[in-house]
C-alpha cells in the first residue's frame, strides 16, 4: 500500500512517537467555550476569556508537571493565549519539550436514516485551518468521531460514515504537518455488558483502520483515541484486569503495529478509575507492540478544579493536586501505580451521559 510521503512525513512520524513516550501522556484542555463553561459554573467560577485563561495557565504552569506530558491539546482561543506575564502557551509548552495540539472538529450533527446517531463537522475549510495552525506552532490535531451503543446501534452506516470522515480528516492534517489524533470514541451510555463493548470496539477499529489505509494516511504518523473496553455506565462494573484484557485484545485483533501510540480517552470514568484500569493495560501480558498510554481531561482536572475553586490563594494546592494525578496516569502508562493518588473527589464519576465538548 502507498501512503502519504510528502514534506512532512519525517517530522509526523517523529512527532507521533514522541508523544507515545514512556511514561508520558496527554493533557486534553480542548474543552469548547460551552464545555468550560460547565466546569467553571460547577466551582461559581464565571465563564469569561480571562477566567478560562487562569485555569489553564495553573494546569500548564503546574511546577513538575509536564516532565509527565508529551502533548496538550488545546481548542483554538488557547492556541493565541498568553500567560498573565505575557509568555505565549505555545512558547511555554516548547521549552518544557511539550508539543501542542489542537482540536479541529466542528462537532457532531445527526446522521440522517438512523436512531439519533452522529456524525462529525469540520472538513469544510480544514486544509486552511490546519496550516494556519502549524504555523501558530501546533504540531498535532484532534478529531472525536462519537457511536453510541444500542440494540440495533452502531449501525453500519454510522461506524462506515465516521470511520471515513476520521480518515478524511487524518490525510489532510498530514498534508498540513500535523499528526493526526484519530478519536472514534464509543460511548459507554447503556446497560450493554463488556462482551458488548468489545464486539463494537473492534468492528469500529477495523473499520478506521480500512478507512485510514483506503485514503493513503501515513500509519507512523498517527495516534489512536479510543475507549477503553468496559461495561456500559448502567451495567455491573468488572475488574481492572479485564478491563486491561479485553482493551488489549479488542486493539491486538485490529489496530496495525504500524502506529506508534494508543492514547486512551478516560470516557466519564472516575480519576482514579482511569488510572486503575490504564494501570492494568499496561500490565496485561500479551503482546503490545504499541506504547499504551493516557489522552484525559476530565480524569486529569476534576480534583484540581475543585481544589482551585477560581480563588488565587488556592492555586499552589491546586497545583499539586494536578501533579499528583499526572504523576499516578505517568506510572499507570508503565503499568506502576500502586493505587491512591490524591486529589477530593478523585473516586468521582465523571459520566455525562451524551458527552458533548
Known amino acids: 500500500m502507498s501512503c502519504y510521503k510528502g514534506k512532512y512525513a519525517d517530522e509526523l512520524i517523529a512527532n507521533a512517537a514522541y508523544i507515545g513516550t514512556p511514561g508520558k501522556g496527554i493533557?486534553?484542555?480542548d474543552e469548547s467555550t460551552a464545555t468550560i463553561g460547565k466546569r467553571l459554573s460547577s466551582i461559581n467560577v464565571e465563564n469569561n476569556e480571562s477566567n478560562r485563561r487562569a485555569l489553564r495557565e495553573l494546569l500548564f504552569c503546574t511546577p513538575g508537571a509536564l516532565q509527565y506530558?508529551?502533548?496538550i491539546i488545546l481548542f483554538e482561543e488557547t492556541l493565541y493565549q498568553k500567560t498573565a506575564a505575557g509568555k505565549p502557551f505555545v512558547e511555554l509548552m516548547k521549552e518544557a519539550k511539550v508539543l501542542p495540539g489542537i482540536k479541529v472538529d466542528k462537532g457532531v450533527v445527526e446522521l440522517a436514516g438512523t436512531n439519533g446517531e452522529t456524525t462529525t463537522t469540520g472538513l469544510d475549510g480544514l486544509g486552511e485551518r490546519c496550516a494556519k495552525y502549524y504555523e501558530a506552532g501546533a504540531r498535532f490535531?484532534?478529531?472525536?468521531?462519537v457511536l453510541k451503543i444500542g440494540a440495533n446501534e452502531p449501525s453500519p452506516l454510522a461506524i462506515m460514515e465516521?470511520?471515513?470522515?476520521?480518515a478524511r480528516y487524518a490525510i489532510i492534517c498530514q498534508e498540513n504537518g500535523l499528526v493526526p489524533i484519530v478519536e472514534p470514541e464509543i460511548l459507554v451510555d447503556g446497560p450493554h455488558d463488556i462482551n458488548k463493548c468489545a464486539d463494537v470496539t473492534e468492528r469500529v477499529l477495523a473499520e478506521c483502520y480500512k478507512?485510514?489505509?483506503?485514503?493513503?494516511?501515513l500509519l507512523e504518523g498517527t495516534l489512536l483515541k479510543p475507549n477503553m473496553v468496559t461495561p456500559g455506565s448502567d451495567a455491573k462494573k468488572v475488574a481492572p484486569e479485564v478491563v486491561g484484557e479485553y482493551t488489549v485484545?479488542?486493539?491486538?485483533r485490529t489496530m496495525p503495529p504500524a502506529v506508534p501510540a494508543v492514547v486512551f480517552l478516560s470516557g466519564?470514568?472516575?480519576e482514579e478509575e482511569a488510572s486503575v484500569n490504564l494501570n492494568a493495560i499496561n500490565q496485561y501480558k500479551g503482546k503490545k507492540p504499541w506504547s499504551l498510554t493516557f489522552s484525559y481531561g476530565r480524569a486529569l482536572q476534576q480534583s484540581t478544579l475543585k481544589a482551585w475553586a477560581g480563588k488565587e490563594e488556592n492555586v499552589k494546592k491546586a497545583q499539586e493536586v494536578f501533579l499528583g494525578r499526572c504523576k499516578a496516569n505517568s506510572e499507570a502508562s508503565e503499568g506502576k501505580y500502586k493505587g491512591g493518588a490524591a486529589g477530593e473527589g478523585a473516586n468521582e464519576s465523571l459520566h455525562v451521559k451524551d458527552y458533548k465538548y
Not at 465516521?162 to 476520521?166: E, I, S, V
Not at 478507512?211 to 494516511?217: F, T
Not at 485484545?249 to 491486538?252: E, P
Request: hydrophobic share 45%.
Open 27 to 29: 493533557l486534553a484542555a
Open 69 to 71: 506530558i508529551s502533548g
Open 141 to 145: 490535531a484532534k478529531w472525536r468521531a
Open 162 to 166: 465516521n470511520a471515513h470522515g476520521l
Open 211 to 217: 478507512a485510514l489505509n483506503d485514503h493513503k494516511v
Open 249 to 252: 485484545r479488542a486493539l491486538q
Open 268 to 270: 466519564g470514568q472516575s
